[in-house]
């Protein structure tokens, strides 16, 4: 059986998908997770179980920041936010996405020969 590629986030890509987000605006964890899902048109989903260890994760780097905020909905929940290092680590990220990337379609190409 061939696992659906809309449930995975390619591997690596989920501290760049975050923080490229939060570069636009704060969000809590499950908004960030279906801005994701929107702006990918459901072609990528970030699960609860990668998404909040990832979350802690680059808030212990100093990446992103987090404050406790009434929703829309009116509970009260844990709003994320870029910070000044996590801009650069974003920098960082996108350079080494596009380089592999490269490097993929330069392998692609080289099969095909």
Not at 12 to 30: M, N, Q, R
Not at 72 to 100: D, I, K, M, N, V
Not at 102 to 111: D, S
Request: proline fraction near 4%.
């Amino acid at each position: 059986m061939v696992d659906d590629p809309r449930s995975q986030v390619l591997a690596g890509t989920l501290d760049l998908l975050i923080l490229k987000t939060l570069s636009a605006s704060p969000f809590h964890g499950y908004g960030l997770a279906q801005h994701i899902k929107r702006l990918s048109r459901d072609a990528l989903r970030v699960e609860e179980g990668s998404l909040y260890p990832a979350l802690q994760r680059m808030q212990a780097k100093g990446w992103i920041a987090s404050q406790l905020k009434k929703s829309p909905t009116g509970r009260t929940a844990r709003y994320y936010r870029l910070t000044t290092a996590g801009r650069r680590q974003l920098g960082h990220e996108e350079s080494a996405f596009q380089r592999a990337v490269a490097a993929t379609m330069r392998v692609l190409k080289g099969a095909e020969s």
